[in-house]
């Protein structure tokens, strides 16, 4: 069977190469910039490899009850999308994807948004929203007969790597910043099987690294400028049209890091509305980190037309990244759909995030900026109550305990940080209380939390 349909088109010069002859870094080697998966067929307009949105629709629905592994992954069961292999028996699937959208009642009660979700990618396989761009691109790295694999991370595109390339039976190379990412994510790499190298530099340094070290070994490139790696990444779109019943929802809100994600999303929309899927995009903002904000540096400076690298530093170690491969194509995104960038500090992360975690759902501090940013917004009148608004939420809560843990004890802001937030946080915090061992004890804890005597916790 062969179900591949695509080729590669640069996003900076245009030029086309099929997917087979990208050079082993994905840059372009007319103008340097990277590939976008390019479905040449979805053009002729009434041909035979158009497909049919009413049909496509109800066979997506339908493969929720199939039996088939490929059909029971979020990603793949809209495989009519995603024709990048030669063969969809060579795909590799821990049944990523299907992540749940969740209302957010109190968050959506405090900023008189009722239609306020979150979509939830934190509960994929391992844990983030990486792993339904490792199902695409590891599948094409075994398809193209790569014994090795091999990406530079913040933690969470590494953690899926290792898990999908163990699946494969392909050896794989982490590069990571020594000291800089969360423990959670250099366990699961650990654990499955991953070679794993901290080296003392930055996520942008490991790139760097990586890079030279893929032109000169055969390791297949999993970093998110491997184009195949959006493919998958664009296919929460599908489910959030879905879950409206192909109404997009008005505003998507997601972190920006290397910004591959908010690309990617823009172009799930993007082939939804030129299919007939969906009528139109939503608003897609970009919400980065005050302390790694180039992106919005660029767009605020000269709109988009240019990034100057800053050096990152933030606790939302998953988006400490200066200097964002996938920029160009963000700024796109977010000016297409009339989208907002904007950063936040370190207090409105951490708020935000004890916020979700009030909600019963809990994600990584990454995540949060999505929360911490459309509170900004609502402030500036840029939502409006009627609208309905979507927060991907990237990672999961248990990738990163450290900081949840930090923040509950009181341990993680500094004074400087904090100012003009302290009460909230106070009433956010929930310290564990180390109480003696006598029902008594207990119950005094239970009494002590319903007077509020005990505000933030005790000691523990
Ligand atoms: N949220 C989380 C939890 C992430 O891990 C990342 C990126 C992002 C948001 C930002 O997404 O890079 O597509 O803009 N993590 C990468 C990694 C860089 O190596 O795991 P982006």
């Given at each position: 069977m062969n179900d591949n349909l695509h080729q590669l088109r640069c996003f900076g010069c245009g030029t086309r190469v099929p997917g087979t002859e990208a050079r082993p870094d994905f840059r372009c080697s007319a103008c340097g910039d990277l590939f976008e998966v390019e479905y040449p067929g979805w053009n002729q307009r009434k041909g035979p490899d158009r497909p049919n949105a009413g049909a496509l629709k109800w066979l997506w629905r339908?493969?929720?009850?199939?039996?088939?592994?490929?059909?029971?992954?979020?990603?793949?069961?809209?495989?009519?999308?995603?024709?990048?292999?030669?063969?969809?028996?060579?795909?590799?699937?821990?049944?990523?994807?299907?992540?749940?959208?969740?209302?957010?009642?109190?968050?959506?009660?405090?900023?008189?948004?009722?239609?306020?979700?979150?979509?939830?990618?934190?509960?994929?396989?391992?844990?983030?929203?990486?792993?339904?761009?490792?199902?695409?691109a590891l599948s094409v790295a075994r398809e193209r007969g790569f014994e090795w694999v091999a990406c530079a991370s913040t933690g969470n595109t590494s953690a899926a790597m290792a898990a999908y390339a163990a699946r494969a039976g392909l050896r794989s190379l982490v590069v990571i910043p020594e000291g800089k990412i969360a423990w959670g994510k250099l366990a699961?790499?650990?654990?499955?099987?991953?070679?794993?190298?901290?080296?003392?530099?930055?996520?942008?340094?490991?790139?760097?690294v990586l890079t030279k070290v893929v032109k000169e070994a055969h390791i297949y490139l999993l970093n998110s400028v491997n184009p195949y790696r959006l493919e998958g990444q664009k296919t929460p779109a599908f489910e959030i049209a879905e879950a409206f019943d192909w109404n997009v929802p008005d505003h998507v809100i997601v972190p920006g890091g290397n910004l591959a994600n908010s690309s990617a999303l823009g172009k799930g929309f993007r082939e939804m509305v030129e299919l007939g899927l969906v009528a139109r995009m939503p608003r897609i903002s970009v919400i980065q980190a005050a302390g790694a904000n180039p992106l919005v540096r660029s767009m605020a400076e000269n709109g988009g037309t240019a990034l100057e690298p800053v050096v990152a530093d933030t606790r939302a170690t998953a988006i400490r990244i200066g200097n964002p491969a996938s920029w160009r194509k963000a700024a796109r995104v977010i000016q297409e759909t009339g989208g907002w960038s904007l950063d936040v500090s370190e207090a409105e992360i951490a708020i935000a995030k004890a916020e979700i975690g009030a909600e019963g759902l809990g994600c990584e501090p990454a995540s949060a900026v999505t929360l911490a940013g459309l509170k900004k917004l609502r402030a500036q009148g840029a939502v409006s109550p009627g609208e309905t608004v979507v927060l991907l939420l990237t990672g999961h809560t248990l990738k990163d305990a450290d900081y949840t843990i930090d923040f509950h004890r009181g341990t993680l802001l500094r004074d400087d940080e904090k100012v003009g937030l302290e009460d909230k946080i106070e009433a956010l915090r929930r310290n564990a209380q180390v109480v003696d061992a006598t029902p008594e004890a207990v119950l005094a804890a239970v009494k002590a939390s319903v007077t509020g005597s005990a505000p933030g916790g005790g000691e523990g």
């Open positions: 339908e493969r929720r009850c199939s039996t088939e592994a490929l059909d029971h992954s979020g990603v793949w069961r809209f495989r009519e999308l995603l024709p990048i292999l030669e063969s969809f028996g060579n795909a590799v699937t821990l049944r990523e994807g299907n992540t749940p959208l969740y209302h957010l009642p109190r968050a959506s009660k405090a900023l008189g948004i009722d239609q306020l979700f979150a979509k939830h990618q934190g509960m994929n396989p391992t844990g983030s929203f990486k792993d339904t761009g490792m199902t695409t699961q790499a650990m654990d499955y099987g991953a070679v794993t190298c901290q080296l003392n530099t930055d996520f942008d340094g490991c790139v760097r």
